[in-house]
């Protein structure tokens, strides 16, 4: 059976798998650990205390490394089914299988405004562990209410001189132990009821932002780098014509993770739930496996 995407719900899935004797090959378009190369400290995955994200990728990784998993790159293009068989394709080979799992995860929702193309990887990041020390004693500024920009934006203050967080509401989104943590730094400022609308430099380098405030007044704020935080969007692009989807594009299944096509599962943040963290994402991939052996069992019978 085929699992793509190699972040923490594909990974365990592919665990069970594997430990149930099915011959398992998970496929990634990148570096395995999916969200958890963009996560500095993992706090809230229980058994682990604090850990750094990568590094629990990297665990993850050797566990089902050691089981047997085979490890691909390949990006996903269709995924077909034709009797119980299913046709996975991908930029660089064709697979067939018994069973496909999507795990492709998300990625970070676009703000959409002027400028933010242009100076990408030019102060527009969506990643501060990757670029926030590009920005030593800069002027940050940080998009978003949402536990990504409040846990993000904190991670900043360790290199912006100042970091603003600036929200559409009047009220953040994220919890209140992320909130507390950033507004109790020292260098911290919250711009309530305001957009980024455009995102302005001098070519090379960005030097302000507009921001538009909800009754329509435009003001200029200084920044040298820009964080986009405003949430995530499912990696299903390829998975659209299937009919699985919602109108959002994430994936419908039952609670055995199982898609309306027989065969086909979905696990983690790809698919419709509520909360999207580490432990429900390999919760997933415990009852997906699962349901995979009892499918696949069938299917021999
Ligand atoms: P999110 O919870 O969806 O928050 C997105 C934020 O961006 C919201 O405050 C939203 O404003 C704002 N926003 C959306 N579209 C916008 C736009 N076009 N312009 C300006 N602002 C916009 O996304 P997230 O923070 O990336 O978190 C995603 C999921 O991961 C959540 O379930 C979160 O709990 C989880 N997560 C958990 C942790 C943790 O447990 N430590 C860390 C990071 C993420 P409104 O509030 O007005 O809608």
Not at 66 to 80: A, D, F, K, R
Not at 248 to 251: A, I, L, R, T
């Given at each position: 059976m085929i699992v793509i995407g190699a972040g923490p719900a594909g990974m365990n899935t592919a665990l069970y798998t594997?430990?149930?004797?099915?011959?398992?090959?998970?496929l990634d378009k990148g570096m395995y650990g999916g969200q958890l190369n963009n996560t500095l400290e993992v706090e809230n995955y229980i058994g682990v205390g604090k850990v750094l994200g990568m590094d629990l990728a990297e665990s993850m990784y050797q566990q089902i490394e050691?089981?047997?998993?085979?490890?691909?790159?390949?990006?996903?293009?269709?995924?077909?089914k034709e009797g119980d068989l299913f046709i996975v394709v991908t930029d660089v080979e064709t697979y067939q299988s018994l069973s496909v799992v999507i795990a492709t995860g998300t990625e970070h929702r676009k703000l959409g405004v002027q400028g933010e193309l242009e100076y990408s990887g030019k102060g527009v990041s969506y990643c501060a562990i990757c670029d926030g020390a590009f920005f030593k004693d800069g002027k940050i500024v940080v998009v978003g209410g949402g536990d990504s920009a409040l846990e993000e934006g904190e991670y900043l203050t360790n290199y912006g001189k100042t970091v603003s967080l600036i929200h559409r509401r009047d009220e953040l989104r994220g919890t209140k132990i992320l909130q507390d943590r950033f507004i109790n730094k020292e260098n911290t400022d919250l711009i309530f009821n305001s957009q980024v609308t455009n995102i302005i430099g001098d070519g090379n380098l960005?030097?302000?932002?507009?921001?538009?405030?909800?009754?329509?007044?435009?003001?200029?704020?200084?920044?040298?780098?820009?964080?986009?935080?405003?949430?995530?969007?499912?990696?299903?692009?390829?998975?659209?014509?299937?009919?699985i989807t919602d109108s959002?594009?994430?994936?419908l299944t039952d609670d055995k993770m199982q898609t309306n096509i027989s065969g086909l599962f979905a696990v983690g943040d790809v698919r419709k739930k509520e909360l999207r963290q580490i432990a429900t994402a390999v919760g997933d991939g415990s009852i997906c496996g699962t349901s995979i052996y009892n499918y696949i069992a069938k299917l021999k019978d």
């Open positions: 594997q430990r149930s004797n099915l011959k398992t090959l998970i050691e089981l047997g998993v085979e490890y691909q790159y390949g990006e996903l293009l269709s995924i077909t960005i030097t302000h932002v507009e921001l538009t405030d909800v009754d329509g007044n435009i003001t200029k704020h200084e920044a040298n780098g820009v964080f986009i935080y405003i949430g995530l969007d499912p990696n299903t692009t390829q998975l659209l014509n299937l009919g959002e594009g994430y994936v």
